[in-house]
Structures are given as structure tokens and as C-alpha cells.
């Protein structure tokens, strides 16, 4: 069997719309997504690409389009609360300001979601909690609050907690855009060693090193529609469309400097 043919589709989004004031900023997203993928989302600024992560983990509505994930079909803008929380179940999502609880430890942070949301035991939270710290270097923080870490170290943490939850896919919010440029590297390898792990990640990012390297797909939008998708290495070597040319000649030109 060939790798194509055992890898499982593991998300497929078609349509997707969203209007903010009656501003339409996305404008009928297709995205494939199957097991193992490493999808950067790029493009300019205000190009829609947060609002499309979040509207794939319904946080926000969007207005239009269905999304199959796991085998499993929804009308976006009709789902149900129970719809939201089953699919969320699957998913782990990491945002730019890392959104811990401030008045928690570590450990609490991580075990939070596992014993309030999953109803795990506690020893067997702690457990897993433990383990996903270790796995992003953090496990020697455990009793730290937020405040006594760096950026860098709050992210690893954020991500620890979306380990903990064992996701089928993890989406990326600008995981490094909140970051003084030193402590960038650290939450990039960390990201690197899921993705080498097989891990299924969507992620918004300007990091362009990263997203040529790591990412096996490439979706660029533009004025909330896609310019173009595919895999990774024909973007950066060979764009389809004069805009992703253009978008690339100025990221190169930007690394000569």
C-alpha cells in the first residue's frame, strides 16, 4: 500500500463564509486535511486566515460552508453545543497569547482541562500531565505560575496542555508571535518534533523557515480566498499564480537583507 492510500482524510472544510459588520472575510474556503499533514495557512495580514482556524474549532460561526472531520459531517453554521464539544474533544488548540489561567501552577494548567472538562481521575491527569511536560521540556516548572515564566515557557506549557488531551489535530494560532525573537526557537522545535512525530497541525504562521521546512502542505489565502494550495515544496519552488510568486520573491528578499 502506498503512503497516500493509508493515510486517512482527517478533516475536509467546503464553503466556508464569515461576515464581520457585513464585511465578507472569508469567501468559500475548500481545505483537505488527512492523518500526518503539517499545513501551514499564510498570507498578508487581515487575510482571514485566524478567523478560518477559528472557525474550524467554532470559535467563531461562521455563516456557511460543512466540515468533516473524522468521518464525521456538519453544517458550520448549524451545529449544536453538543456538535461543538464532541468535535472539540478531537482537537487542541494554541493561541498567540497562550491563554493560561494565571492564578493556577503549571501542573494545574494542564491537568485543568483533563479532570474539569474530561472527568479524569486526578492521579491519572497528573500523570498524563506530567508526561506531555516532559515532552516539551517543562516538567521541571511544574509549581511555577505563569508569571514566573518566560513566553517562550508559557507557550511550551500551552502546548503541553494540548498534548495532554491526546488531539487528533492541533491547530496552531500564531504560536509565535507574542515572543521576543530569542525565545521563538524554542516553541518552533518543539513544533518540529510533533510534526516529525506524525502529529496532524494546522498552523497560522509567519514564520516562513518554519512553514517551508516543517509543513507539508501550504493553503495561502488572500482577502479571505484561497490564491493557492498544495504541497509545500511546489509553493516555494514553483508557485502556480503570479500572487504567490510575488508573496515568495518578497520573503526571500526579505531573508537576503
Given at each position: 500500500?502506498?503512503e497516500?492510500?493509508?493515510?486517512?482524510m482527517?478533516?475536509?472544510?467546503e464553503?466556508?463564509?464569515k461576515?464581520?459588520?457585513g464585511r465578507?472575510v472569508?469567501?468559500g474556503?475548500?481545505?483537505?486535511?488527512e492523518?500526518?499533514?503539517?499545513?501551514?495557512?499564510?498570507?498578508?495580514?487581515?487575510?482571514?486566515?485566524?478567523?478560518?482556524?477559528r472557525?474550524?474549532?467554532?470559535?467563531?460561526r461562521?455563516?456557511?460552508?460543512?466540515?468533516?472531520f473524522?468521518?464525521?459531517?456538519?453544517?458550520?453554521?448549524?451545529?449544536t453545543?453538543k456538535d461543538?464539544?464532541r468535535?472539540r474533544?478531537?482537537?487542541?488548540f494554541?493561541?498567540?497569547?497562550?491563554?493560561?489561567?494565571?492564578?493556577?501552577?503549571?501542573?494545574?494548567?494542564?491537568?485543568?482541562?483533563?479532570?474539569?472538562?474530561?472527568?479524569?481521575?486526578?492521579?491519572?491527569a497528573?500523570e498524563?500531565?506530567v508526561?506531555?511536560?516532559?515532552?516539551?521540556?517543562?516538567?521541571?516548572?511544574?509549581?511555577?505560575?505563569?508569571?514566573?515564566?518566560?513566553?517562550?515557557?508559557?507557550?511550551?506549557?500551552?502546548?503541553a496542555r494540548?498534548?495532554?488531551?491526546?488531539?487528533?489535530?492541533?491547530?496552531?494560532?500564531?504560536p509565535?508571535?507574542a515572543?521576543?525573537?530569542?525565545l521563538?526557537?524554542?516553541?518552533?522545535?518543539?513544533?518540529r518534533?510533533?510534526?516529525?512525530?506524525?502529529?496532524t497541525?494546522l498552523?497560522?504562521?509567519?514564520?516562513?523557515?518554519?512553514?517551508?521546512?516543517v509543513s507539508?502542505?501550504?493553503?495561502?489565502?488572500?482577502?479571505?480566498?484561497?490564491v493557492e494550495?498544495g504541497?509545500t515544496?511546489d509553493?516555494?519552488?514553483?508557485?502556480?499564480t503570479?500572487?504567490?510568486?510575488?508573496f515568495?520573491e518578497?520573503?526571500l528578499?526579505e531573508?537576503?537583507?
Amino acid at each position: 500500500m502506498s503512503e497516500n492510500a493509508s493515510r486517512r482524510m482527517m478533516l475536509r472544510a467546503e464553503g466556508v463564509t464569515k461576515r464581520f459588520d457585513g464585511r465578507e472575510v472569508l469567501r468559500g474556503i475548500d481545505l483537505t486535511v488527512e492523518q500526518g499533514d503539517v499545513v501551514a495557512i499564510l498570507g498578508p495580514s487581515g487575510s482571514g486566515k485566524t478567523t478560518l482556524l477559528r472557525c474550524l474549532n467554532f470559535l467563531e460561526r461562521a455563516d456557511g460552508g460543512t466540515l468533516e472531520f473524522d468521518g464525521e459531517r456538519i453544517e458550520l453554521a448549524r451545529a449544536t453545543g453538543k456538535d461543538v464539544a464532541r468535535l472539540r474533544r478531537k482537537t487542541a488548540f494554541v493561541f498567540q497569547n497562550y491563554n493560561l489561567f494565571l492564578n493556577k501552577t503549571v501542573l494545574q494548567n494542564v491537568t485543568l482541562g483533563l479532570t474539569a472538562a474530561r472527568g479524569m481521575r486526578r492521579d491519572e491527569a497528573r500523570e498524563r500531565a506530567v508526561r506531555a511536560l516532559e515532552k516539551v521540556g517543562m516538567a521541571q516548572r511544574l509549581d511555577s505560575y505563569p508569571a514566573q515564566l518566560s513566553g517562550g515557557q508559557q507557550q511550551r506549557v500551552a502546548i503541553a496542555r494540548g498534548l495532554a488531551a491526546q488531539p487528533e489535530i492541533f491547530y496552531f494560532d500564531e504560536p509565535t508571535s507574542a515572543l521576543d525573537p530569542e525565545l521563538i526557537g524554542e516553541v518552533l522545535s518543539v513544533m518540529r518534533t510533533l510534526a516529525e512525530e506524525g502529529r496532524t497541525m494546522l498552523v497560522v504562521t509567519h514564520e516562513m523557515g518554519f512553514a517551508r521546512s516543517v509543513s507539508s502542505k501550504v493553503l495561502f489565502l488572500e482577502d479571505g480566498a484561497v490564491v493557492e494550495s498544495g504541497p509545500t515544496a511546489d509553493f516555494f519552488t514553483r508557485p502556480k499564480t503570479q500572487r504567490s510568486r510575488s508573496f515568495v520573491e518578497s520573503i526571500l528578499a526579505e531573508r537576503e537583507r
